[in-house]
Structures are given as C-alpha cells and as structure tokens.
C-alpha cells in the first residue's frame, strides 16, 4: 500500500514540476516578446519622426516652386 502512496505522491510532484516549468518557460517567452514588441514601437515612432521631417522639407519644397511658378 505504501509504494501506491509513495508512487501517487511522485507523480503528483512530477505534474508539479512539470508546471512549474512550464510556467517559468511562459514567463520567459512572455518577457522576451514584450521587449521585442518595445524594441518594434520604438523603431516605428523613429520612423514616423523621421517621415515627418521629411514631409514638412517637402511641404517647404513644394511651396518654393509654387511661389516661383506663380
């Protein structure tokens, strides 16, 4: 009767730890993609900033040959 205790008691600390991995593996994966999401927002608002200087040189630009052509 003992090693059926003993044996239910192994498995039940074995699916702990088999949690408890897993978790700690979700935890990880979760961190890492959080950082890579981070890391693409800030890629994608230096982008923006910089199509944004290029458009208002632009703007100046059109409205240059605008005024030379009138």
């Known amino acids: 009767m ?3 205790k003993n044996s239910s008691s ?3 600390n074995n699916s702990m730890q088999d949690y408890y991995i897993k978790r ?3 935890n990880e994966a979760a961190k ?3 950082l890579k ?3 693409q927002e800030l890629e994608i608002a230096k982008k ?3 199509l944004e200087i290029t458009y208002v040189k632009l703007q100046k ?3 240059r040959m605008q005024s030379v052509r009138a």
């Open 37 to 39: 999401k981070k890391e």
């Open 2 to 4: 003992n090693s059926s």
């Open 48 to 50: 923006k900033q910089k």
């Open 32 to 34: 890492t993609s959080r």
């Open 24 to 26: 700690q593996k979700n």
């Open 61 to 63: 630009q059109i409205n």
């Open 10 to 12: 192994n498995n039940n």
